[in-house]
């Protein structure tokens, strides 16, 4: 498959990873170098293995997913938002009592699988066309991860005032990341 193909969906598919990468480069002072590296990571991983387990799954089950995939990783996508919002009205001293990282355990299983449904029905309409998957697989994977990283590092370097930044991290998932 020629890499004009598969580029645009690859970067069609990571702008979930994206959005979520802005939400949490929001709050710098939970962000450091072993952050970007398990969320980038994560994120590439589940981009690069949605693919392969879609097109195992065939076309048998296509029809079964398609019908609500998006809203799954929408609804995903809402609650994490929604949690931060809701953590950043909570005062300074208990946020940091109890600073929540979404890059460990469950909030980031849950922010990898749910950025990475898309790719999951990608796999899905590969198997139905007959179309090779490992090629793919690996492009749609290393440009989540590139585009994580380099988001990051970009919202990192802007600098943001962190006092009320969990309101727009919250905000961003909750408006950019079903579309």
């Known amino acids: 498959m020629n890499v004009l193909v598969v580029l645009p969906i690859a970067l069609a598919l990571a702008m979930d990873a994206f959005t979520v990468a802005v939400g949490t480069s929001l709050r710098p002072e939970h962000v450091g170098f072993r952050h970007t590296i398990r969320l980038s990571v994560s994120f590439g991983f589940f981009q690069f293995m949605m693919p392969i387990l879609g097109w195992l799954a065939g076309t048998k089950i296509h029809s079964l997913i398609q019908?609500?995939?998006h809203w799954v990783?929408?609804?995903l996508l809402f609650?994490?938002?929604?949690r931060m919002v809701y953590s950043?009205?909570?005062?300074?001293?208990?946020?940091?009592?109890?600073?929540?990282?979404?890059?460990?355990?469950w909030s980031?299983?849950?922010l990898s699988v749910a950025t990475s449904v898309d790719a999951l029905a990608v796999g899905l309409s590969f198997a139905a066309l007959n179309m090779a998957i490992l090629y793919p697989s690996v492009v749609i994977g290393v440009v989540a991860f590139l585009m994580t990283v380099l988001c990051i590092i970009f919202w990192l370097s802007q600098g943001f005032d962190s006092a009320t930044t969990g309101d727009y991290?919250?905000?961003?998932?909750?408006?950019?990341?079903p579309s």
């Open 169 to 177: 991290a919250g905000i961003a998932i909750i408006s950019f990341g």
């Open 79 to 82: 609650l994490i938002g929604c």
């Open 88 to 105: 950043s009205f909570r005062s300074q001293d208990a946020s940091q009592k109890g600073i929540h990282d979404l890059t460990r355990g």
């Open 73 to 75: 990783a929408s609804g």
């Open 108 to 110: 980031l299983l849950i």
């Open 67 to 69: 019908a609500f995939d």
